[in-house]
């Protein structure tokens, strides 16, 4: 039976904060903003105030990047019955990483996600955000492990932060392998050694999982979707889909 009551989702990332509530399985917001403050917790509470009713705190699941999110937490439980997602927090999946508390709450997330799209299968989940990672969870939902790398904006950043002559240059398209002048060479060099080398990744999981399932998603999804030459998914709401996992499997099990 479906839950009806509403709950909510705030996740912290390393650039943008997102919130959304759902219902069961209706989604009924998503926002984002660039940072926690005093304005992002007034619009996320004028949204819920024409949708939940106030007898009783409503749920909420939180999880952050950050180290230090004591004052986060301390704002939110005013108004919440917060879960915090910690290493610690109960999941759908088993998590065979070997260093739990060190792994990044949006990639587990996002391989729950990943799992709870495509059940029962192998799925290989790509993060496009400040950093991009790569995370396989197999079809008997068992999570093995990622690889992470720079992001494509981070990547111009270092180009531009340690050299003397590179200026800094915003995220496109890269046209050709060989720029014909210094944007274009950034482009060619930054962006297609990460295309290439996520397809030749894609390639190395599917000798092993011909049946292979890739998801994308981060800020950055889209340019790869358009990029990768091996068929993918992207849903960019990935990681709070596996955040609604979550706190729906700690308050309904």
């Avoid at 729950?112 to 790509?126: D, M």
């Avoid at 496009?128 to 992470?148: H, N, P, S």
């Avoid at 111009?156 to 210094?182: E, Q, R």
Wanted: glycine share 6%.
């Amino acid at each position: 039976m479906i839950n009806k009551e509403i709950r909510y989702i705030v996740d912290e990332g390393n650039s943008l904060v997102k919130m959304a509530a759902y219902q069961g399985e209706n989604w009924l917001f998503f926002n984002s903003s660039e940072m926690f403050s005093d304005t992002f917790l007034i619009n996320f509470l004028n949204k819920i105030e024409a949708k939940n009713d106030r007898s009783e705190k409503p749920k909420l699941i939180f999880s952050s990047v950050r180290k230090d999110v004591t004052s986060q937490l301390q704002l939110l439980s005013l108004y919440f019955h917060v879960l915090h997602f910690t290493h610690q927090t109960d999941i759908p999946i088993v998590n065979l990483y070997e260093t739990p508390e060190t792994l990044g709450k949006d990639r587990l997330a996002a391989v729950i996600g990943a799992a709870g799209i495509f059940p029962q299968k192998n799925s290989l989940v790509i993060d496009a955000g400040t950093c991009i990672t790569y995370d396989f969870i197999d079809r008997e939902q068992k999570y093995l492990g990622g690889g992470v790398m720079p992001g494509l904006l981070m990547n111009l950043k270092a180009l531009h932060t340690f050299t003397d002559n590179l200026p800094l240059i915003s995220l496109g398209l890269a046209s050709s392998l060989c720029g014909k002048n210094t944007t274009e060479a950034i482009l060619a060099g930054s962006v297609n050694a990460i295309v290439l080398g996520l397809d030749a990744v894609i390639d190395q999981f599917r000798q092993m999982y011909p049946a292979l399932k890739v998801i994308l998603c981060g800020g950055d999804a889209k340019l790869l979707h358009n990029n990768l030459k091996n068929d993918t998914f992207a849903e960019l709401k990935l990681v709070l889909y596996g955040l609604k996992q979550i706190l729906d499997f700690n308050e309904d099990s």
